[in-house]
């Protein structure tokens, strides 16, 4: 199946998204929040559980965040379990977590799940693990011109969300 053919993320028979977030030391709350709360919301306005979701690290341990508050996890990333959506949340020292190992990990995921996306400099990781090649892609403004550099088969667009 090439990338285009790809399910949609939501099913029309309304199973359950299974949603991984994988959380690295350095993140911002703000952005962990953001990801994983309107989740929580859908599921408790709807009255059911439309996303299944769970936070994991690469250690098991808690992520510490840039306020120095720790996220809990209910354990460590396994490339090998399924997941419908893998979304990559990092921020400070993204460059010290991109190992072979870790990037092997994130390409064998995103293979499996139906979206693989990042969050805060998560985006970085998603690109170097050659994840983002020939799709569109945002990043910090701050860090547009970098990502744009270090990443020339990503369409680097301005936008908030793509």
Same mark, same amino acid.
């Given at each position: ?23 690295f030391s ?21 009255g ?15 992520p ?11 354990g460590?990333?396994d490339?090998? +379990?399924?997941?419908?959506? *893998? &979304?990559v949340? @990092? #921020? ?5 977590? =991109? /190992?072979?190992a ?17 969050? +805060?400099?998560?985006?970085? *990781? &998603?690109?170097? @693990? #050659?994840?983002?090649?020939g799709?569109? =892609? /945002? ?24």
């Amino acid at each position: 199946m090439i990338k285009s053919e790809k399910p949609p993320i939501f099913r029309p028979e309304r199973e359950t998204l299974k949603v991984t977030f994988l959380v690295f030391s350095g993140s911002s709350i703000m952005c962990v929040a953001s990801a994983v709360d309107p989740l929580r919301a859908a599921n408790r306005i709807s009255g059911e559980t439309l996303f299944d979701f769970k936070l994991v690290s690469v250690t098991g341990e808690a992520p510490v965040t840039t306020c120095g508050l720790p996220v809990a996890v209910s354990g460590r990333f396994d490339a090998a +379990e399924p997941t419908d959506m *893998l &979304v990559v949340v @990092a #921020g400070f020292g993204t460059q010290n977590y =991109a /190992t072979s190992a870790l990037l092997a990990g994130l390409r064998r995921a995103a293979r499996a799940a139906r979206a693989c996306g990042g969050v +805060e400099a998560g985006t970085w *990781l &998603v690109a170097r @693990a #050659g994840l983002l090649e020939g799709r569109s =892609a /945002t990043t910090h403004w701050e860090d547009m011109e970098d990502f744009s550099a270090a990443f020339p088969g990503v369409d680097v667009r301005p936008d908030r969300y793509v």
